[in-house]
């Protein structure tokens, strides 16, 4: 069955950077977008960033772009984020999703990234 | 500020039929890009309810439905059970943000 299992998160201080990673197994992660979303305390879902299969094309929510950045390793069967200059907006529960023609089918159950002093 | 909009909350009594909107715009719902709906209960991943506006992936019950109708889409609880009480999302794509979207969200209590 598919397993989606993220890791990385913890509490680090304003300014900081961190890397975020999705495990991916029970499908051809080679042949799959995948999805960033994120989840502040108590707050609405929040579209980060996708990838396509190939690790090529790449987009970013608005609030993103130039701190974070997505990648893949298709031999590791691995998603990332790169995140940098964090800020504490930026706490919050981060999933990795699976994408299926626009829609995302599989979720991971999530990794907690506080930004604090 | 998302570029899809959900009332906060939606209630109904056990066996009612409630309607959750998701106002949108020409860059997205309009746009002709599917609308996809998700159910959340606390403390765990969202779970894909509806997708391409009106389909049900297997094991969703078909108490629940969804449509679309120019710039706004819905999703409809027939037959409304406690178990219902989560918080629903819509999500698009946004041809203008270049990118995906989700709704706000609305929390569904069940009186």
């Known amino acids: 069955q598919v397993q989606l299992v993220e890791s990385g998160g913890g509490v680090v201080q304003p300014g900081t950077s961190v890397r975020l990673s999705c495990a991916a197994s029970g499908f051809t992660f080679s042949t799959y977008g995948m999805h960033w979303v994120r989840q502040a305390p108590g707050k609405g879902l929040e579209w980060v960033a996708v990838?396509?299969?190939?690790?090529?094309?790449?987009d970013y929510a608005d609030f993103v772009k130039g701190r974070f950045t997505i990648s893949r390793d298709n031999s590791k069967d691995t998603l990332y984020l790169q995140m940098n200059s964090l800020r504490a907006e930026d706490t919050a529960v981060y999933y990795c999703?699976?994408?299926?023609?626009?829609?995302?089918?599989?979720w991971g159950q999530g990794t907690l990234l506080t930004v604090s002093s | 500020q998302s570029a899809l909009t959900q009332p906060p909350s939606v209630s109904g009594a056990p066996g009612q039929r409630i309607t959750i909107s998701c106002t949108g715009s020409?860059?997205?719902?309009?746009?002709?890009?599917?609308v996809n709906w998700y159910q959340q209960f606390p403390g765990t991943p969202p779970k894909i309810l509806i997708y391409g506006d009106t389909n049900r992936p297997s094991g969703v019950p078909d108490r629940f439905s969804g449509s679309k109708s120019g710039t706004s889409a819905s999703l409809a609880i027939s037959g409304l059970q406690t178990d219902d009480e989560a918080d629903y999302y819509c999500q698009s794509y946004d041809s203008g943000l270049s990118g995906y979207v989700f709704g706000t969200g609305t929390k569904v209590t069940v009186l």
């Open positions: 020409s860059s997205n719902i309009g746009g002709g890009y599917d």
């Open positions: 999703a699976r994408d299926r023609q626009q829609r995302l089918d599989h």
């Open positions: 990838i396509w299969y190939d690790g090529i094309n790449k």
